[in-house]
């Protein structure tokens, strides 16, 4: 038996694929209205956030604002009822709602019910949410994005969301940067040496000797050297880190501090993994998969 696997697609993503070759073949989908949306909302927060430096929290607040604003309309909408029940008469609710119960936890005397919402279920509830205003704003940004990742002139080491890490060499239409203009290219840095392990894991030096690291999920406290990063260019070497977290405890009412070992090595889950001869990783390549969707 074949097995077919079938993807949502935003229309625009397709047309910009369609210019590197690839094609397509449209089984069904929905239409909607296009708009200019958010315009003001962006604009204000924006130039609020300009008024500030990145040590203010006003520019923090603002950049949040900023950056939450497509995640919450993409957000799940089927939310979870919570209870808290004295345990005598738990019995009674739990008969029912038996069937929406999808956790319980014991409070003392008390239990703390999760339980699914029949409203949500019955689309009775509205919490203006919408998967297609916040796919569209994800797909924008990856074909806004893609104009430097598909051009011969630019030597591209790395780029997320709203970010380029490129060669000085590389050449740049210069209408794309402004230091102060919304949705241009901004000079951040230069950097005489930088390691990109994988997406939003990355060790730089500035051409002024600064340290700039990232490591998703590990905490910027816990200390991490240029070194720390070329062992991990290594074959088959990893990286351990101690580091603290907070974690809730309904049923004893409290949170406690956790000491958690955080372990970062490369893997080939996205890209296959180049090494020389001396097992030292030196790139990446896309896989690639063929006519008979073999993954090569």
Known sequence: MELEQWHLLFSEELFNAMKLGYKFKILWGYT?????????????????????????????????????????????????NINIIHKDYFPDFENKFFDSITKITDIEEYKLIEFKNSENENNELNHNTSIAIAAAITAYSRIYMSQFKNNPKIILYYTDTDSIYVDEDSEIDKSLIDNKVLGKLKLENY????????????????????????????????????NDFEKLLEKDSLLKKS??????????????????????????????????????????????????KNLK
């Open 191 to 226: 950097y005489d040496k930088a390691i990109f392990l994988c997406s939003k894991v990355y060790c730089l030096i500035t051409d002024k000797n600064e340290l700039i690291y990232k490591v998703k999920g590990l905490k910027h406290d816990v200390e991490l050297t240029m």
């Open 243 to 292: 580091q603290r977290k907070l974690r809730k405890f309904l049923g004893k009412g409290h949170i406690e501090v956790l000491d958690q070992v955080y372990t970062l090595q490369v893997t080939d889950s996205k890209r296959k993994l180049i090494y020389n001869e001396n097992k030292t990783l030196i790139g990446t390549e896309p896989y690639k998969i063929d006519k008979s």
């Open 32 to 80: 909607f209205d296009s708009d200019i949306i958010f315009k003001d909302y962006v604009e204000f927060l924006y130039n609020l956030r300009s008024q500030y430096p990145k040590s203010d929290p006003m520019n923090f607040i603002a950049k949040i604002l900023l950056n939450s604003l497509y995640g919450r309309f993409g957000m799940d909408e089927n939310f979870d």
